[in-house]
């Protein structure tokens, strides 16, 4: 399967500082990047659907200039936590797209993030 | 609107069988999906079905009517480390993962 890699895999941070988080697709090349947020005992929710050399588009009530998006690469994308509030500790998950009829969706890791 | 069910919590004995039922109602399909889900981690793929029937892949089953809306996931011979989240997921008509909110599965001894 797909192997994909999230950086940091635990950050805490101080109010209103921002925090970058990569996601790295290891074996192939992903046009396509899911970006979901998952709060304790509740479900995956898609965030913001990221294409290599485009802009993101936000699922709503997203903020786009909170989490800023950036796709460059086809092996890269980053989702940044600008200003991040407690409210925004969360663990955050990548997915890369694999194109219509794949059989499946990898993701990644994840990232615990805690804000003090 | 796009809705996917899932029991909250089940608990199961180790060494028996358990079934998690997933029904949904979305715009479109394109495949349903089933994750295993532990605390801290990111899910990790478990089966795809898009076409009716039952598909086996080692101690877990997944079942899917299309007509009915309706999946259901098969573990056999329960482990321990078989305690875990299972997420329903299904593919709707623009290739979008629509969620279920999980089924938390509770092993015991």
């Known amino acids: 399967g797909a192997v994909v890699s999230q950086h940091p895999s635990r950050v805490i941070c101080k109010s209103g500082t921002s925090v970058k988080i990569e996601c790295r697709s290891l074996d192939f090349q992903a046009t396509t990047m899911f970006w979901y947020r998952q709060f304790p005992k509740k479900s995956l929710m898609l965030m913001a659907t990221s294409n290599e050399g485009s802009k993101a588009t936000y699922e709503q009530g997203v903020e786009k200039d909170k989490f800023l998006i950036n796709h460059a690469s086809l092996t890269l994308s980053t989702l940044t936590v600008t200003s991040a509030h407690p409210e925004d500790s969360s663990f955050y998950i990548c997915?890369?797209?694999?194109?219509?009829?794949?059989?499946?969706?990898?993701f990644g890791p994840g990232t615990r993030l805690t804000v003090l | 609107g796009q809705n996917i069910d899932q029991p909250t919590e089940m608990t199961a004995t180790e060494g028996a069988i358990v079934q998690i039922n997933c029904t949904y109602q979305t715009s479109g399909f394109n495949g349903l999906f089933w994750y295993q889900q532990h605390a801290g981690e990111a899910p990790t793929f478990l089966s795809y079905?898009?076409l009716d029937g039952l598909e086996e892949k080692g101690r877990f089953s997944s079942f899917l009517s299309r007509s009915k809306g309706y999946s259901y996931l098969l573990l056999k011979e329960l482990q321990m480390k078989d305690s875990a989240s299972y997420l329903c997921?299904?593919?709707?008509?623009?290739?979008?993962?629509?969620w279920g909110a999980g089924t938390k599965l509770i092993i015991k001894p």
């Open positions: 997915s890369p797209g694999q194109g219509a009829g794949t059989d499946t969706q990898y």
């Open positions: 079905n898009v």
């Open positions: 997921a299904v593919r709707d008509s623009n290739y979008q993962l629509i």
